[in-house]
């Protein structure tokens, strides 16, 4: 498929993990990727592996609004324009709400939430020329809390609603806005449970599929909703999870 032919893309944590599969899936079906991060070098090695006259590493820290507008900028002064923009820069931060330090609070919630309304602040009015649409990584985290990642689950809810509001605001332009929420995704942010497999059991209680989802999987998702094919759809919050949300919480019967 060739859906984003001449279409332009910002990938925000393009250099690696779920981000990194969304701009090659992006690129794949003919996109000029924007790819992001804060890793200089992880960028370039990504960038390389990309046709090189539709892509652009730039490095970037999404909790600061002058590296997102700068990036913006840059995008549209390669590419001319831009079509689709897509959140997936976060972190992980594993810690209770009593155990969360002020620093590390604040560095979650500028990574994970700060930076999705800073992007989308600075590229509104370039969607708005194309009548594009945004793709936010939130999470299953989104739909509901947890234990032991208080600042994470309240950055990931938040993205969730933030989502709805520039649906909301953004509609009467033609710009869409999604959220797609991943449940557990093989990449480095959770090598210490996948290697872990007691808390493998525990999770696949939890995942219908009993198996953690692949980047790729989740590329899938957010290329539907940056697509054409999903016109008619803006603030939705679309679970890629295996069916982690699909559940009441309780244990399996009849076995």
Known sequence: MNRFEGKVAI?????SGIGEAIARRLSA??????ISGR???RLEDTARTLPAERVLPVTADVARRADCDALVAAAVERFGRLDTLVNAAGMNLVGRIQDTSDEDWEA???SDLGGVFYMMRASIPHLVRTKGSIVNIGSVSSLGGGWSHAAYNAAKAGVANLTRSAACDLGRFGVRANTVAPGLTVTGMVDKI???EALLEKAWERIPLRRAGQPEEIA???AFLASDEAQWITGAVLPVDGGQTCTDGGPEWGR
Do not use: N, R
């Open 194 to 196: 996948m290697d872990d």
């Open 108 to 110: 979650c919630l500028g």
């Open 11 to 15: 990938v925000t944590g393009g250099g």
């Open 220 to 222: 899938s998702a957010v």
């Open 29 to 34: 079906e003919g996109a000029c990727v924007v």
């Open 39 to 41: 890793t200089e070098k």
